[in-house]
């Protein structure tokens, strides 16, 4: 939980009694934000298994009609959404790879294997991950369940460049679109369509 340090001198740091009160509402607004938008919260409250039912936001998966329950996903907070996965199914996973940026500690994870890829530019390790987790659904079929968790920095972190298309070429359009004033919007949809795996040439 992320949790703002010394609040009540932030609060009480203010020139007036009037802009203090206002600093204490921007607090409990940003606190109130970091709450909601926390990877732990989303999960525990997104997800539950009841029985051998998972409730994944009121759509209903009856376990019991998969052989085997696979987890895939890269992004920035999908270290923590892949453990709060893990507490909820425990050993009815069966696998999964996961790519998380390579300044983060390892996570604890018992199902799922870890691959370590970079952010904001992607790399011969985002690829490799990549490559990881295309193996792994290659592999699958009708009869596994496919949990797909992605969050912020996924674009970087999951890269596969098409055909004709280098690492270099994938880092260097996106450093010029960042350096042009591109907005992530427009940054995601050239990179679409410069990977395999997200839509292709």
């Known amino acids: ?25 921007l607090l409990e607004t940003l606190q109130t934000v970091f709450e909601i938008s926390n990877p732990d919260n989303i999960i525990r409250s997104k997800i539950k298994l009841i029985k051998n039912n998972l409730i994944i936001n009121k759509k209903s998966y009856d376990l019991s009609q998969f052989k085997r329950i696979r987890v ?8 923590n959404m892949a ?10 996973i069966t696998d999964g790879v996961i790519i998380i940026p390579d300044y983060l500690e390892k996570p604890a994870l018992n199902k799922i294997k870890i691959m370590y ?16 987790i295309m193996k792994l659904l290659k592999s699958s079929n009708d009869d596994d369940l496919i949990l797909n968790i992605l969050s912020g920095g996924g674009s970087s972190l999951l890269s596969l460049p098409a055909k004709g298309v280098t690492i270099e ?5 996106s450093n010029l679109l960042m350096k042009s004033g591109a907005t992530i919007h427009d940054l995601n949809v050239v990179r679409k369509h410069i990977s395999d795996i997200k839509g292709g040439l």
């Open 117 to 132: 890829g970079t952010h904001p530019f992607p790399s011969q390790n985002s690829i490799n991950g990549t490559k990881e």
């Open 169 to 173: 070429d994938k880092i260097e359009t």
């Open 1 to 25: 939980m992320i949790k703002i340090n010394k609040e009540n001198l932030l609060i009480n740091n203010g020139i007036t009694k009037k802009n203090s009160k206002n600093r204490k509402i």
């Open 83 to 92: 453990q709060n996965i893990e507490k909820i199914l425990g050993d009815k």
């Open 72 to 79: 895939v996903g890269a992004g920035k907070a999908v270290a």
